[in-house]
């Protein structure tokens, strides 16, 4: 399919950010977008990239009623040469098509949006910074946007991707986060939609991630949600336990999403001879095992931090403070290493990494 490429006109063209240390994350937006419309009898058509506007929406577009929103998140690189990478674009493509397939939206291409995507990047790649730990995110996003109330699947949908320069995720960049565990509230059931990235999921967290931010906490731990025992996730990121020699994570087991960094960790740490498990764990056996000085580290994974060290645990009115409360050598040396390959700036022997510009 042709992508019509519409350029913004430079008079129009907004401003790029002069102090990279500033960026945050998700506050700035690029001049363009891509976007392309679905509909049942025409397949996906009028694909285009255009400057960046405002939707326009019937308000009965059924997005806004019975929820059919997905997206992903990924991001491109800019190496010192001023090559230009992505990392594992494949397996978000994949994901979001997962997704999709679950809460019964069309599928889109995956050429179409791999030649979207490089297409908007490289238009934009201007706009991404150059300091280690900055990067250019980007966000895929489908809607359903059929005009009609009444509980089905959409027969139109709406798919775009927007793009702007980032930095750290968290105000503390790679230290130690503080974290509140939640019996209350929980994240996703099985059987529910929890192993897809859906707007909903995102929605039902933000309760009680209001209430750990008010108590001077990061993010929240989410347990499961039967019996309000076992460690599933950590705000919008997988969990990762060193207890001794094994890193364990929870097993996907329906209601925790597949994080890509969560994948790219576990291959990682298995090809340096960590024995990896996907095991269960409890939260009264975690503060155990950290009681007992078995429990070494606790990190997060996910494409906005990587891996996100954790230093302290709230669980019942007390805190605990994991191993010494710092950043752990497993946890620093697998943000390095993904870091670098990210950037070019070290082998890759997975073929994570995609070069879309340079040399």
């Keep these: 399919m042709e992508i019509k490429v519409t350029k913004v006109d430079s008079k129009q063209m907004k401003p790029k950010p002069e102090d990279e240390s500033q960026l945050g994350f998700g506050q700035i937006f690029t001049d363009h977008f891509f976007i392309v419309e679905y509909d049942s009898e025409k397949g996906w058509h009028s694909a285009s990239i255009e400057p960046l506007r405002p939707l326009s929406l019937d308000p009965a577009s059924m997005c806004f009623h019975y929820g059919q929103e997905i997206f992903e998140g990924m991001k491109a690189y800019k190496g010192k040469d001023d090559s230009i990478y992505l990392f ?3 397996e978000n493509i994949n994901r979001m098509n997962r997704s999709a397939e679950r809460l019964c939206m069309a599928q889109i291409d995956t050429d179409l949006f791999m030649e979207g995507l490089k297409k908007l990047v490289l238009l934009e790649k201007d706009w991404i910074p150059k300091d280690t730990g900055t990067s250019l995110y980007i966000r895929p996003t489908m809607i359903a946007t059929e005009p009609a109330l009444g509980v089905h699947p959409s027969g139109q949908y709406l798919f775009f991707i927007i793009v702007g320069p980032v930095g750290a995720y968290y105000p503390e960049g790679f230290g130690p986060t503080k974290i509140y565990v939640s019996e209350k509230y929980v994240r996703a059931a099985k059987g529910g939609v929890g192993n897809c990235k859906a707007a ?20 929240v731990l989410w347990l499961d949600a039967r019996e309000r025992k076992y460690v599933e996730e950590v705000g919008t990121s997988n969990i990762f336990f060193v207890v001794g020699n094994d ?3 929870p097993p996907l087991s329906g209601s925790i999403l597949p994080g890509i960094m969560r994948d790219s960790v576990i291959r990682m740490a298995k090809s340096w001879g960590i024995n990896v498990l996907e095991e269960r764990l409890s939260i009264d056996e975690l503060l155990r095992l950290n009681d007992e000085g078995i429990l070494k580290e606790i990190f997060a994974s996910g494409t906005a931090a990587i891996v996100s060290p ?12 994991i191993g010494d409360g710092n950043t752990g ?6 943000y390095n290493e993904i870091l670098q390959i990210q950037y070019g700036e070290k082998e890759d022997p997975f073929g994570w990494r995609v070069k879309i510009f340079g040399r």
């Design 88 to 90: 594992r674009p494949e």
């Design 200 to 219: 909903g999921n995102y929605a039902a967290s933000l309760y009680a991630s209001q209430e750990a931010l008010k108590m001077g906490y990061t993010q």
């Design 247 to 249: 890193l364990i994570t």
């Design 310 to 321: 954790v230093g302290q645990i709230y669980y019942r009115g007390k805190e605990y403070v």
């Design 329 to 334: 050598p497993l946890t620093e040396k697998l």
